[in-house]
């Protein structure tokens, strides 16, 4: 299976998508993730990435396609199944990423969209902490789920950290590049009858299953 996830930063996108990945034996393929990793490591592509992530705008297309090609070749090759996230971004991203899986005979098959109020996002992405720890997928929000201590890691007991990216200001600046850069992708996947809207203000167990039921009967067409 070959899907695409959306929604907007704070719509629970990537605990979906994990989700998502268990049940449907995909591999997470996350732009974001990627790309902040290679600002960790201070590679090329990371050190080009850094102001404009830090800023909430989008890292030109020529980057990620690049990293994204290399990544689905290898595993389309391999008979993996994939769970885009974060990508495509915009519209050319989207005809690429159309283009290189009809070369691969992969087609997507399902692309399920987060729809939530933007205002219910500020408290979301500002509260949110993340363990600091690579290795642990610790995520915690200081408003509706805090660590036990302040500060640290339930799981591991490491640091907790904000994003880079999670505050009021940028959050701002990111949705206006989803309202305006990645919303008329919906409306292209639409078109190819893929796109499975999904409310998501509920718990995160009611979104999951609306997210499988949607995709299971989706793949069924
Ligand atoms: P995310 O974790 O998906 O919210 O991505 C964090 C940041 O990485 C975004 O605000 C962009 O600056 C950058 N980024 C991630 N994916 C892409 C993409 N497909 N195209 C351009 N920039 C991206």
Known sequence: MIAVIF??????????????????????????????????????????????????????????????????????????????????RNLDQAKFLSDTLDELNAPIDAAPVLEIPHEELVKRICGRRLCSNADCDGAYNVYFMPSKEE????????????????????LRERLEVYDGQTMPILEYYGEKNILIRVAASGSVNDIRDSLILGIAEKVKD
Do not use: W, Y
């Not at 989700?19 to 990371?46: I, K, P, W, Y």
């Open 151 to 170: 500060g640290k890691c339930d799981k591991c007991g490491s640091d907790l950290v904000q994003r880079k990216d999670d505050n009021e200001e940028t």
């Open 7 to 88: 929604g907007p930063p704070g719509s629970g996108k990537g605990t979906q998508a994990a989700a998502l990945c268990e049940r449907f034996g995909m591999t997470h393929v996350s732009t974001g993730d990627m790309l902040r990793e290679a600002v960790r490591n201070q590679t090329e592509l990371g050190k080009e990435a850094q102001s404009v992530m830090s800023a909430g705008k989008l890292v030109s297309n020529e980057l990620v396609c690049g990293i994204v090609k290399d990544k689905v070749s290898a595993l389309v090759a391999a008979g993996k199944g994939i769970l885009f996230d974060g990508f495509p």
